[in-house]
T-cell receptor
């Protein structure tokens, strides 16, 4: 059973546009929600993360929005650049051993 | 070498072969992980080690056998694999294995089972 559902599977956006990726979860025990970015031939790398006590977190052009009542969170990439072309994974954790539950990933392509 | 390294980067093996994947972290971390990444699927956690002790075995078939001789090295021993085991195998490490620890991933080993 997939504990974190991610959509869309892929996304094409023009340079300067906004990329939006959505994730939903069921387990209310989750209390840490990171996003990882993966470039071809590389492993995933932490991009930004949020805890459920805040509704939004912004780092540069990347913003996480968190809706605790709806059990949903999303990643917004503002002013998307070709260098942002990558696969993005949302994840959630409730476990002291750092057991992350990952979404299936969204492949983002930013066209020049 | 910095970060998390994995060797080999690519591996092709037959169903009757025995091979091993190696992971080394140069970050001074105490927790190490093996993940399986298949196309269009979530990353699947296979094993977690903390201070060289296995703390998680996610119902992985016995044809996958992990080994953690020290906190810097992690191996995944493979034998009698199936074609459906073809995937990218990722190693990661984190400071202590805590829920909010950042996990640092290696580039992965692309495994093809014929």
């Amino acid at each position: 059973q997939q504990q974190v559902k991610q959509s869309p599977q892929s996304l094409i956006v023009q340079k300067g546009g906004i990329s939006i990726i959505n994730c939903a979860y069921e387990n209310t025990a989750f209390d840490y929600f990171p996003w990882y970015q993966q470039f071809p031939g590389k492993g995933p790398a932490l991009l930004i993360a949020i805890r459920p006590d805040v509704s939004e977190k912004k780092e540069g052009r990347f913003t996480i929005s968190f809706n605790k009542s709806a059990k949903q969170f999303s990643l917004h990439i503002m002013d998307s650049q070709p260098g942002d072309s990558a696969t993005y994974f949302c994840a959630a954790s409730a476990d002291s051993w750092g057991k992350l539950q990952f979404g299936a990933g969204t492949q983002v392509v930013v066209t020049p | 070498e910095t970060g998390v390294t994995q060797t080999p980067r690519h591996l092709v093996m037959g169903m009757t072969n025995k091979k091993s994947l190696k992971c080394e972290q140069h970050l001074g971390h105490n927790a190490m992980y093996w993940y399986k990444q298949s196309a269009k699927k979530p990353l699947e956690l296979m094993f977690v080690y903390s201070l060289e002790e296995r703390v998680e075995n996610n119902s992985v078939p016995s044809r996958f056998s992990p080994e953690c001789p020290n906190s810097s090295h992690l191996f995944l021993h493979l034998h009698t694999l199936q074609p459906e085991d073809s995937a990218l195998y990722l190693c990661a490490s984190s400071h202590s294995g805590g829920g909010e620890d950042t996990q640092y991933f290696g580039p992965g080993t692309r495994l093809t089972v014929l």
